[in-house]
């Protein structure tokens, strides 16, 4: 039995960058192919053994819980249709009685915050943190690739990847004191560090396991960059009593929180799809061809 039960999900965020969609429904309810964002993160999640589900939400995000609800009429009309391939995508979005919460973040004070306010259902034990704004694409989730990996070392660990050094400016970034095979060991971390003072290219990706330590730093964390409460800056101010791993999982991860990156995403799962694959090569086959003929 994994040693990780519970995970927090903050989907406060209004979205700005998909406007006008995001006007009437959450970003994390836009379609990747035929499943919303917060379907590919429950997924992952629960293959890595999660239990209980915690979403940090916010006014307008009702849609949500509506999405994880029993569609009583809807299953039925589906029943009565014969439409059992239907029916039967619908699985996914059934939740075990009691395992989802939802807390409200009346203000958009950050991630720090946003986590902050989940201390009274995770309790004393440690817990896992996905941004479903990134979606990684692999055959084993890259949680599940964690917990694993943090039964061996515990403490707090944050997914990593290697990024241009131009791009440290767009996360955090590890201060690496040592590297063994897919772990790397940091002194600390650095939140959104300009390219010259960067202290590496190792850069923190959207999910964390983090020890419950982390509530005592949240509690006294005055803001950080943007004027919000920053998780790195917690994790960084905890690493000398608990520690901090910096995992490289196995996938490859989308920026679903930015339009290129959805984009990107949309055209990789969809050629995923065996159902879809040729057909969609196809058309990018022969819209290549196009561009290239107008070029």
Partial sequence: MTHIR?????????????LPATKSIPKEMLPLVDRPLIQYAI?????????????????????????????????????????????????????????????????????????????????DEPFAVLLPDDVIRAPQGALAQMVAAHAQTG????????????????????DV?????????????????????????????????????????????????????QLTDAINADVARAGVTGFRFDGQRFDCGSVQGFVQATTSFALDRPELRAEYESFLRGHQTTVDAVA
Wanted: with cysteine; glycine share 12%; net charge positive.
């Fill in 43 to 123: 997924d992952e999640a629960r293959q890595a053994g999660i239990e209980e589900f915690l979403f940090v939400t916010a006014a307008g995000k009702g849609a949500l819980e509506d999405y994880f609800d029993t569609a009583a009429t809807l299953e039925e009309r589906l029943k009565k249709s014969g439409k059992t391939k239907a029916l039967d995508a619908l699985a996914p979005t059934r939740m075990p009685e009691g395992a989802l919460t939802f807390i409200r973040q009346s203000q958009p004070k950050g991630l720090g915050h946003a986590v902050k306010l989940a201390q009274r259902v995770i309790g």
């Fill in 155 to 174: 403490g707090h660990m944050v997914a990593t990847m290697n990024v241009p050094r131009a791009d440290t400016g767009s996360y955090g970034v590890l």
């Fill in 177 to 229: 004191e040592t590297e063994t095979g897919k772990f790397a060991t940091a002194r600390g971390l650095v939140e959104k560090p300009r390219p010259d003072i960067a202290p590496s290219t190792l850069a923190v990706v959207g999910r964390y396991i983090l020890e419950p330590s982390i509530f005592d730093r949240l509690a006294c964390q005055g803001p950080g960059a943007g004027g919000e409460i």
């Fill in 6 to 18: 519970k995970a927090v999900f903050p989907v406060a965020g209004m979205g700005t960058r998909f």
